[in-house]
C-alpha cells in the first residue's frame, strides 16, 4: 500500500504563489508515477501534471503549462507543485496521486492512479 498526504494549500490574490507538497509513505520504492489533480465545485477532477520517479518523464495540461512546475525529492519521499502567476480559475481542491504504473505519455488520466490523498484547497481572489 501506498499513502500520499498534501499540504500547503491556502487563500491567494491573484498573480500570487502557492507551492503544494505531497508525503508519501508505505511501499514508496514501488511507486512509477505522481501528478496532481484538481477539482473546482460543479466541476470533474481534473489531471493538472504528473512526473515519473525514474525518468523525470513530465506532463503539464495546458491551462497550467508555463505557470506551474512539478518536482519531486526522493530523499523525502515528497512531490511539489510550485504554482506562478494563480488566476481565480485555479481555485479548486488540489489531490495528489500515485501509482505503481509509469506514467502515460501525452495526457494524464484519473484513471492511472490507484492511491489518493485528501486534498488541500487552493483559493485564488481577484
Known amino acids: 500500500q501506498v499513502q500520499v498526504a498534501e499540504s500547503g494549500g491556502g487563500s491567494v490574490q491573484a498573480g500570487g504563489s502557492l507551492r503544494l507538497s505531497c508525503a508519501a509513505s508505505?511501499?514508496?520504492?514501488?511507486?512509477?508515477?505522481m501528478g496532481w489533480f484538481r477539482q473546482a465545485p460543479g466541476k470533474e477532477r481534473e489531471g493538472v501534471a504528473h512526473i515519473e520517479m525514474v525518468s523525470t518523464y513530465r506532463y503539464y495540461a495546458d491551462s497550467v503549462k508555463g505557470r506551474f512546475t512539478i518536482s519531486q525529492d526522493n530523499a523525502k519521499n515528497t512531490l511539489y507543485l510550485e504554482m506562478n502567476s494563480l488566476e481565480p480559475e485555479d481555485t479548486a481542491m488540489y489531490y495528489c496521486?500515485?501509482?505503481?504504473?509509469?506514467?502515460?505519455?501525452?495526457?494524464?488520466?484519473?484513471?492511472?492512479?490507484?492511491?489518493w490523498g485528501q486534498g488541500t484547497q487552493v483559493t485564488v481572489s481577484s
Open positions: 496521486a500515485a501509482d505503481l504504473f509509469v506514467c502515460r505519455r501525452g495526457s494524464i488520466r484519473r484513471g492511472d492512479f490507484a492511491y
Open positions: 508505505g511501499y514508496t520504492n514501488k511507486v512509477n508515477c
